[in-house]
């Protein structure tokens, strides 16, 4: 089930203005991989994280992963159930498992896969339908919450 932009809180609105300027602010630094996440939960936001890929040479320090894993650490257990995640691109299908591993049941996000550059995916002909069949439906999603503001960054071609 998609979630309708009816809702959505207004803490995960203001989440989302401030990932999308989080990642607009690294496009304007020049910065190359500018994906940002937040996770809120209980009407607050407990975790704030941008991609660390390009620092660390790791390949799973995706925005998102980062974020749980702060998430976690400050809760104190791995069980994010109950949580969202808010990024300013659609999670990558590691980002979309790991979600699943941890509990978190709802996902926003600002752009979206059809309207993104195919080599932010690693499977780009799976779609967030397909992960959200796949589970039988286990989290709720919303897609496209203030794409305007960060479509120039992942847009087809932004790769390149």
């Known amino acids: ?73 400050q809760s104190g257990t791995r069980d994010l159930s109950g949580a969202t995640l808010i990024a300013s691109c659609q999670p990558c299908e590691m980002c979309l498992s790991a979600m699943r591993w941890a509990g978190i049941d709802r996902v926003i996000f600002a752009a979206q896969q059809e309207n993104s550059d195919s080599a932010f995916f690693r499977f780009p002909q799976l779609t967030i339908r397909d992960f959200h069949a796949a589970c039988d439906g286990a989290f709720d999603w919303y897609g496209g919450l203030y794409e305007e503001r960060v479509a120039h960054i992942y847009a087809p071609g932004a790769a390149e």
Request: with cysteine; proline share 0%; net charge negative.
């Open 1 to 73: 089930m998609t979630l309708r932009a009816q809702s959505i809180t207004e803490t995960e609105r203001r989440a989302m203005r401030d990932v999308t300027d989080h990642a607009c602010a690294l496009h304007d630094a020049g910065k190359d991989i500018v994906f940002t996440a937040v996770i809120v939960k209980d009407g607050t936001v407990i975790a704030k994280a941008k991609n660390e890929v390009g620092e660390t040479n790791d390949v799973s320090r995706h925005a998102e992963v980062v974020a749980m894993a702060q998430a976690a650490e």
